[in-house]
């Protein structure tokens, strides 16, 4: 990794400036931490007012020091910190984790001492984490370097999983989860403002560790996707999965994400779009964040997700079939056989077919779970187990049932989850280390998210490689061209539109709509009016001289009125198709091309069936986005119609994200609505660009 993050997470020797006697004080706490969890290195107190601090010497200011730091805590406030920062700057320290707070997230005069103390920072070559930061905690090598409360009260050990976030609390709060799980942490990282080292860098700085295994992230803002985009390609090479919150998701969100850490946010369905191309699964909130972690970390490899039930309940079994339907999780249509072989097992009047019930039989047969689960994870149709028990306790063999499902996991090498709510029962597989849930409907969950989330990183690796994000500031001023200009553009591009005619007189649109022979529409070009219809300025079917005539005169007339420049009247083939799509692509300041492809028509801002892209993205990956929306099953024919023709309309896709990303921004948006798509093409019949000004 970087040497300047090797200071954050492998430092050689810590500096704490403010630092405390009273462990239970912020600057106490990175020394008792330090102390007790086997950091190796050289801890510095720098306190004037001390001798000796914790049982090591402490020193009056940073040039008292008997050597150089690579770390440097700040622990003292205002400005203090920034002279602190000036002082690390000066010096020649490598890093610094400033957790002061109020500076940018408490408004612009914060704003304003935060980005001097940046600066001076940058001049000397040291790189900040913070300000408004929890600290950095690396258990692999005792470096704690944070204040975090939740490491007395829950103790950390060891083991494969890392979170990185912005927000203190959030990266307390997952670490919670997981070791409330027995899962063991080795990176607990929070980058505060991040206004210098980001989440991105964090990321890709603890990718690099082979001990991770999994790699869990909050964000509030994005400002570097590349970095986060190199982190990603690094996690899936090692088959690392990435898992992320992006908050702010909502305008009060977003605006509640500002005043915490003084974030910018970033459009949403184009983060989604990012991630997603990256193979990082998405979440809501921190809790979902930890949820997962023990089907991840087994590193199973299902081969789809069909599931089986089983239960000693059957209203259990109910439930959860009709929970996994929600989910789009398949039940395991089990083959005859297997049944058979499951009612030699089962009393006479328990429930064979999947999903399986045991009924209370379980209570005076304990080893009914261990015959059961071997039969049905036999069976070629079963990819997912859920073990369902509502209700144990005395007189059931419960640690017999963590040592069946246990050999289970093991020896079917196919993923298994628990769910029981009884301590008692918890404890005991979790203790065997299988995957446990409190509720069916969250085991269901992480079934959905870990087998949805192992296809996209395949699809991802599948892909061609994206580009590089060349994206640039959307601040210069735009126009939009009239449809005329923006309908060459497109033809330019290899965009299929439609047959149209630019004419300047009456005897001109008779002539194109003769020349074009069938129905046309006519409609009135100007950049300064892209919405038409509105006004009058669109007519359709028309079939004859005296239409063409009559609208050519009309929608000019109206035009003038409106003091609108005229660059002439369109005459266009009237275009049919079985549906209407749309495809859109825009400029994104942080992302560069995004691509926008879905169901069409007047509509479509209500209906809002569409899925977002980043532009370039592969054929086979937009259409995936097509095929699942809710217009999906229109693509393959309903009702006796033949199948659509989806290999055009994601050409249409494709060149279109094409000629934005080529812009690198000179065009800043494309609006193609609609896309007539039929079962032998799919043609433009309606599009806008708007694009810099000169």
């Known amino acids: 990794m970087p040497s300047t993050l090797s200071a954050l997470l492998q430092p050689r020797s810590v500096a704490i400036v403010g630092a405390s006697d ?166 607990v990282h929070a980058t505060g403002n991040q206004a210098d080292v980001t989440v991105s860098e964090l990321a890709l700085a603890v990718a690099q560790d082979p001990d991770v295994r999994l790699l869990l992230l909050y964000l509030e803002t994005l400002s570097d996707p590349q970095v986060l985009a190199e982190a990603a390609a690094l996690a899936r090479a090692r088959g690392v999965p990435v898992v992320a919150v992006k908050s702010g998701r909502s305008q009060a969100g977003a605006r509640a994400a500002a005043s915490h850490t003084g974030a910018m946010a970033n459009e949403d369905r184009a983060v989604d779009a990012f991630l997603a191309r990256h193979g990082i699964w998405r979440v809501d909130d921190a809790h979902a964040l930890a949820r997962c972690a023990p089907l991840y970390l087994r590193g199973w490899q299902p081969a789809g997700r069909r599931l089986v039930v089983v239960s000693n309940s059957g209203a259990s ?57 071997p039969v049905v994870g036999a069976d070629p149709a079963a990819d997912l187990f859920l073990l369902d028990i509502p209700v144990a306790g005395m007189g059931y063999d419960v640690p017999r049932f963590a040592r069946d499902a246990a050999r289970f996991a093991d020896e079917a090498g196919k993923p298994i989850a628990v769910a029981a709510w009884q301590d008692a029962v918890v404890s005991e597989f979790r203790a065997a280390n299988v995957p446990t849930f409190l509720h069916a409907a969250d085991a269901l969950a992480a079934f959905h998210q870990f087998t949805a989330h192992g296809q996209l990183m395949r ?7 994206p580009p590089p994000i060349a994206a640039a500031p959307a ?47 006519v ?79 007047k509509y479509v801002e209500t209906v809002r069936d569409t899925a977002v892209l980043l532009a370039l993205a592969s054929p086979a990956a937009i259409e995936r986005a097509l095929r699942g929306l809710r217009m999906a099953p229109l693509l393959d024919g309903v009702r ?29 948006s494309v609006d193609l609505n609609p896309v007539m798509l039929g079962a032998d093409g799919a043609v433009v019949v309606d599009g806008l660009m708007e694009v810099t000004s000169p």
């Open 523 to 601: 409609k009135a070009s100007s950049p300064a009016v892209p919405h038409k219809s509105e006004h009058g300025l669109v007519a359709l079917n028309c079939n004859s001289r005296e239409a063409v005539a009559e609208a050519f005169t009309r929608q000019t007339r109206t035009l003038a009125e409106m003091q609108a420049p005229v660059e002439g009247v369109l005459v266009a083939r009237m275009t049919r198709g079985q549906r209407e799509c749309m495809v859109g692509a825009h400029w994104d300041p942080v992302f560069g091309a995004v691509l926008l492809v879905g169901d069409g028509g």
């Open 22 to 187: 009273n462990i239970h004080k912020i600057g106490g706490r990175p020394i008792h931490y330090m102390q007790t969890m086997g950091y190796a290195g050289t801890i510095y107190p720098v306190n004037p007012q001390r001798d000796t601090l914790q049982g090591l010497r402490s020193y009056p200011s940073l040039d008292a020091l008997p050597e150089t730091p690579e770390l440097a805590v700040i622990v003292v406030a205002g400005d203090a910190a920034v002279q602190a920062v000036a002082d690390c700057a000066r010096l020649g320290v490598g890093a610094a984790i400033v957790i002061a707070s109020g500076f940018g997230e408490a408004g612009e005069a914060g704003k304003r001492q935060q980005d001097e103390m940046v600066r001076v920072a940058r001049a000397g070559g040291l790189r900040i984490v913070g300000p408004n930061s929890q600290g950095l905690a690396n258990f692999g090598n005792g470096a704690i370097a944070s204040f975090s409360t939740m490491f007395i009260e829950i103790p950390p050990q060891d083991g494969p999983v890392a979170v990185v976030s912005q927000s203190g609390g959030t990266a307390a709060l997952v670490y919670g989860l997981l070791r409330q799980q027995g899962i063991g942490v080795r990176h």
């Open 317 to 373: 079994c109910v439930m959860a079939t009709d929970t996994a339907d929600t989910l789009g999780i398949g039940m395991a249509p089990l083959s005859t056989a297997t049944q058979a072989a499951l009612g030699e097992r089962l009393p006479g009047f328990a429930a064979t077919a999947n999903p399986v019930d045991v009924t209370a039989a379980l209570l005076t047969n304990s080893g009914l779970f261990g015959d059961v689960l």
């Open 475 to 521: 601040d210069a001023p735009t126009r939009t061209l009239s449809e005329a200009a923006s309908l060459a553009r497109l033809a330019e591009a290899g965009v299929p539109v439609v047959e149209h005619y630019l004419c300047q007189t009456a005897d001109e649109a008779v002539a194109a709509w003769q020349r074009i022979g069938a129905p046309v529409a």
């Open 640 to 668: 006796g119609e033949p199948p659509l023709d989806v290999a055009a309309l994601v050409r249409v896709a494709a060149r279109v994200g094409q000629l934005v990303h080529d812009a690198r921004g000179a065009i800043r």
């Open 459 to 465: 699809d991802v690796a599948a892909d061609p490689a």
